[in-house]
């Protein structure tokens, strides 16, 4: 079965950067995860206190599966949402971060509320994604965006990962 490569990480440290550069590195289609939400109409409302979409995890999973089954090639799939999906249908977890001054920055050019900014920081702080990336015992590792990002050195390391 063809597996996917998932990039997640807080708002603001880089995914969709990485993602779309690591899927043309690769050759692997790239998978938006906020045009699926679109496209299938996945949003459940708003949520006005915390600026944000609605979107029932399972119901994403259960498209993305199917994406991922129909595919002929891995996927990489961008969103901070994507590190849901069962183990079986991840073959790599990357997460992104990077340091807190620098995503403070990256948020406010998104003009992002004062208390949106403080919630991202404080789940960027608290590795909120990390632990729910540990608790779906994913294969991952980190990305520090506010390096350097070494994409040779990257893509090696993806290919051994994912040839575990």
């Known amino acids: 079965m063809k597996k996917a490569i998932v990039v997640t990480g807080t708002p603001g440290t880089g995914k969709t950067t990485l993602a779309k550069r690591l899927s043309k590195l690769l050759g692997y289609p790239y998978v938006d995860v906020n045009d699926i939400i679109l496209r299938y109409g996945l949003s459940e409302g708003y949520d006005k206190e915390r600026d944000c979409k609605i979107v029932d995890t399972k119901e994403l999973n259960k498209i993305l599966i199917d994406i991922i089954r129909s595919s002929d090639s891995p996927l990489v799939i961008d969103s901070h949402l994507a590190h849901f999906l069962p183990k079986r249908?991840?073959?790599?977890?990357?997460?992104?971060?990077?340091?807190?001054?620098?995503?403070?920055?990256?948020?406010?050019?998104?003009?992002?509320?004062?208390?949106?900014?403080?919630?991202n920081l404080e789940s960027e702080i608290m590795e909120v994604i990390p632990d729910e990336v540990f608790k779906k015992k994913h294969?991952?590792?980190?990305?520090?965006?506010?390096?350097?990002?070494?994409?040779?050195?990257?893509?090696?390391?993806?290919?051994?990962?994912?040839?575990?």
């Open 139 to 164: 294969n991952f590792f980190f990305v520090d965006t506010d390096k350097k990002i070494d994409y040779k050195k990257l893509v090696k390391k993806i290919i051994l990962a994912c040839s575990e």
């Open 89 to 119: 249908f991840v073959s790599l977890c990357i997460i992104t971060r990077c340091n807190l001054k620098l995503l403070r920055s990256r948020l406010k050019r998104r003009h992002y509320s004062d208390e949106k900014i403080a919630e």
